[in-house]
């Protein structure tokens, strides 16, 4: 495997993992949960996915993407509406981390709001990454030839993943270690 496709499957994992963290807090706003949500993960998990998912996967994917429909794949009309769903998932993260900034700094913001752009934010994600990883990373292996990767390679400069890789901020490495403790729970 290439290692662009490489890193983006694993993009697809790390995300996966992030917006399980993300939903976890999300559902201790129900009456009935046993913890309060942490406004601090959930804020540091948005801006990972701002400063990395949303600037480097999706863009990385569009080139990709534009290269398979110059090739005129059959799954050319799916590769469109995923390409025009990036530029939404983009524009609901920033939606979603404004409404979660204004109210862990007190700005009245009625938590059935919170809640439900939040779910349909993480389901919005889950939905378009799966879609990704049944019909189309297959086509990346069966349709690239070594010259087709080189000149991707020329267009997608590989970034390192602030978070799961060598996380560079105090706040990443936090969720980082949150994130390992949650599957560890789930293991147990
Ligand atoms: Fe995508
Ligand atoms: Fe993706």
């Known amino acids: 495997m290439h290692p662009i496709q490489r890193q983006l499957h694993s993009d697809h994992h790390h995300l996966l993992l992030v917006l399980n963290c ?16 942490d406004m601090e993960v959930i804020l540091n998990a948005l801006d990972y996915v701002r400063e990395y998912p949303d600037k480097w996967h999706h863009p ?16 050319s009309n799916l590769i469109k509406k995923l390409e025009e769903e990036h ?4 524009q609901e993260t920033e939606k979603v981390t404004r409404l979660f900034r204004a109210a862990a700094d007190d700005c009245i913001v009625p938590t059935n709001e919170l809640v439900d752009s939040a779910r349909q934010y993480i389901s919005l994600q889950r939905v378009h990454l799966e879609k990704e990883n049944e019909f189309i990373y297959p086509l ?20 390192n993943d602030p978070l ?5 901020k105090r706040e990443f490495t936090q969720l980082y270690n949150h994130i390992l403790e949650l599957e560890k729970e789930k293991e147990n």
């Open 22 to 37: 993300l939903s976890k807090e999300i559902d201790c706003f129900d009456f009935d949960a046993r913890q309060d949500p």
């Open 60 to 75: 990385a994917e569009d080139i990709i993407f534009n290269q398979l429909l110059a090739k005129k794949v059959k799954e």
């Open 87 to 90: 530029g939404k998932i983009i």
């Open 140 to 159: 990346m292996d069966k349709l690239f030839s070594p010259d087709e990767w080189k000149e991707i390679e020329n267009k997608v400069k590989i970034q």
């Open 164 to 168: 799961f890789n060598k996380p560079s």
